[in-house]
């Protein structure tokens, strides 16, 4: 795993430590509320960082890119710049930004280092305040520049919304290619904003359901490989792929407990009917968490491992209900029109997300945890498989619409506003959202 080296910066360019913060990093005036349902976005100027071979401007792309899909920040045009910045470490002339109505500046440089690293240095500047508001370097290899932008952006986020970001993060999802009667799915990863794609898997046999680990670079998935479902792990690292336990019957829905230590799962019967069982990476041990004649599928755990979300027709259609970690107190929580799907837990504890399906279209929505105050936040022909951004804020899905050859992958933000299609090389479905990268 690439390391970076992140120091502060002051004003003038004195290094003041190894792994640190800014000193006491002042908040800006101007303040993003991230709860509200419509957000002006902060005008934003973002000069390019000085460089020797163009890397910079490439760099300050990046992050405008991650800043402006957000939806909470508006990068200004370059064009409308009057200050040229020579020297980033000299505060700049506030009154030329105040002119263009920036209300935060950044600036920067990249320069190579005698060993082949890139040294990438940035600040980020109050206008209305005068002041800096945090100044970093980073020591990346030279291939690593785009995580270099990401975690930028992510710093710049967190001083706007006083919340982590979510750029320096990956997607994991099934790459599909060729005709629709011939289909090839194959395991696929790529940075949230479509860079760095390759795949994980060569296509020979379907593929489903990938999903990160919390603690480590592991996925686990369901493979066809053997003709049924199985559940396995696979180390991103290494490549090293793992069968989870030798079940007589189908496995599928797999999903990481928060600690990274369990799977949790649906074990499939002959009758058609599934249980929920959960299995002790460590020991390789297995725990029965439902027993019913019915289908119990798609389990979530909320992110402090107490309660489990999941899908059940129990009742006759499809709900979400949630229940103890250890199976006790199963009980329904979606008591809306339609049947209910594919719950996810937000990392911040306070939502689950659903697919639902009425009318004759699908749904991706948000309920609070007891099953009240829900929201749709998009809907169209077919839309499934929500995954949460690591902060919480956004919502990544599949959508794919009447008459679309095959589906795409798409975000919105918390709010039901700013729905973003996130490219990818071919059709894309099936996603999961890792951690915040280490």
Excluded: C
Excluded at 107 to 133: C, H, N, S, Y
Excluded at 146 to 152: E, L, N, S
Excluded at 268 to 288: A, H, K, P, W
Aim: net charge negative; proline share 6%.
């Amino acid at each position: 795993m690439q390391t970076f080296l992140r120091t502060a910066l002051a004003v003038g360019g004195l290094v003041l430590g190894l792994v640190v913060l800014a000193v006491t990093p002042a908040r800006a005036l101007v303040e993003i509320d991230v709860n509200q349902g419509v957000v002006e976005p902060v005008p934003i100027a973002l000069t390019d960082f000085l460089s020797a071979g163009g890397k910079g401007a490439e760099i300050t792309s990046v992050v405008a890119a991650d800043l402006r899909r957000s939806g909470l920040f508006a990068p200004i045009d370059k064009n409308a710049f009057i200050e040229k910045i020579s020297n980033p470490d000299v505060a700049p002339r506030f009154e030329d930004w105040k002119v263009i109505n920036a209300q935060a500046v950044v600036t920067g440089r990249v320069t190579e280092e005698p060993d082949g690293r890139l040294r990438t240095e940035f600040r980020l500047w109050d206008i209305f305040a005068g002041q800096q508001l945090v100044g970093e370097q980073f020591y990346a290899n030279a291939n690593d520049w785009r995580r270099v932008a990401h975690i930028i952006a992510d710093t710049i986020y967190e001083q706007f919304t006083g919340e982590k970001g979510y750029f320096d993060s990956q997607i994991v999802f099934i790459d599909e290619s060729g005709p629709r009667d011939n289909r090839v799915k194959r395991l696929a990863i790529m940075d949230q904003d479509g860079a760095n794609f390759r795949t994980l898997s060569d296509g020979s046999t379907l593929v489903m359901t990938p999903r990160f680990s919390p603690r480590r670079q592991e996925l686990t998935y369901t493979s066809y490989e053997s003709g049924e479902p199985r559940v396995y792990l696979l180390q991103l690292e290494t490549g090293q792929r793992e069968l989870i336990g030798d079940f007589p019957n189908m496995t599928f829905a797999p999903r990481f407990s928060p600690n990274g230590d369990k799977v949790i799962l649906s074990l499939g019967r002959e009758d058609g009917n599934s249980n929920i069982f959960t299995m002790d990476l460590r020991t390789r041990t297995t725990s029965r968490l439902t027993n019913t004649n019915a289908i119990d599928t798609s389990p979530s755990y909320s992110p402090d491992g107490t309660q489990i979300a999941f899908t059940s027709d129990r009742g006759g259609r499809t709900q979400i209900y949630a229940m103890n970690a250890d199976g006790s107190n199963q009980h329904r929580i979606s008591f809306g029109n339609g049947n209910y799907s594919q719950p996810v837990w937000s990392p911040r504890g306070d939502l689950i997300a659903f697919t639902k399906q009425t009318g004759g279209e699908f749904q991706i929505g948000v309920m609070r945890t007891d099953g009240s105050g829900e929201r749709i936040l998009s809907t169209g022909f077919l839309l499934e498989s929500p995954a949460w951004s690591p902060n919480g804020r956004v919502i990544l899905f599949f959508r794919q619409d009447a008459g679309a050859a095959g589906p795409k992958l798409y975000s919105i933000d918390l709010t039901g506003r700013n729905e973003q299609h996130i490219p990818s090389p071919n059709f894309a479905s099936d996603p999961a959202w890792s951690p915040l990268r280490q």
